[in-house]
């Protein structure tokens, strides 16, 4: 089964964007999810479409492509394209997987696909791996920024469609479902208590019984979780010798 990949096009000219467009019209495992003309718009999209890489222009009224890094809180993948050349080093200085100079030539632009696919590919497989309770992660909420080990993270709660981290005293919303986070995580230190919740089973501080056979969790935070009947079973199977 061949895998797509969710493709946005940013820039502020009509014409180039068709022009991306009839050059990624040659490699059907490129889906185009949407295009945009400004950073403002551009950015909706990336939160409602959670693209997979970005076509993106640097020159735009008002903001540049840039800007537009400088705002997202996660990124996508980033090939920027543009008629000018004075911008090469800048671009992979924010790790912009290339840089391709309008108009764009079949033989580089080819070479360039070769190279997203690479990338595309390498994250998948690093996705399989679960993320260490060690390992530290960047979350940016607004104008806040945090780098935190996923250890010190207590629990997660579904909010819309995005997910609220606890952690120490602070909290923080991220763009990503529960089950996005769920698959990311080491099973052996994070549970799905309910539809709603994620716990770190580090930090429970109590366990006690709950109507209809079910559990109910008393955090280290002072912070209560019910687990689902379901999950309750799977949490005592789970923590049996």
Do not use: C, W
């Not at 209560?224 to 999950?231: E, K, N, T, Y």
């Amino acid at each position: 089964m061949m895998k797509n990949y969710k493709t946005l096009i940013v820039d502020d000219e009509r014409l180039a964007r068709e022009e991306v467009r009839r050059a990624l019209g040659s490699y059907p495992d490129f889906t185009i999810v949407g295009e945009a003309n400004n950073v403002e718009v551009a950015i909706e999209l990336i939160e409602k479409e959670q693209p997979d890489i970005i076509f993106l222009d640097i020159h735009m009224p008002g903001k540049s492509g840039f800007d537009l890094l400088d705002e997202l809180g996660t990124v996508p993948e980033v090939v920027f394209t543009t008629a000018y050349d004075q911008y090469a080093v800048q671009a992979f200085e924010v790790n912009a997987l290339d840089y391709l100079v309008k108009p764009l030539r079949e033989e580089r632009f080819s070479k360039t696909i070769e190279k997203v696919k690479l990338e595309l590919k390498k994250q998948e497989e690093q996705q399989k791996v679960p993320l260490a309770k060690h390992q530290k992660i960047f979350i940016k909420d607004g104008e806040k920024v945090y780098f935190i080990a996923l250890a010190e993270v207590i629990l997660i709660e579904s909010v819309d469609n995005y997910a609220r981290l606890y952690f120490g005293d602070q909290k923080s919303m991220i763009k990503r479902s529960l089950n996005q986070l769920e698959e990311k995580l080491d099973p052996n230190t994070f549970f799905r208590a309910n539809r709603g919740q994620i716990i770190n089973t580090e930090h429970i501080k109590e366990i006690q019984p709950y109507f209809n056979n079910k559990l109910r969790l008393v955090l280290a935070t002072g912070a209560i979780v019910d687990l689902s009947s379901r999950q309750s079973v799977k949490f005592k199977k789970r923590n049996s010798l």
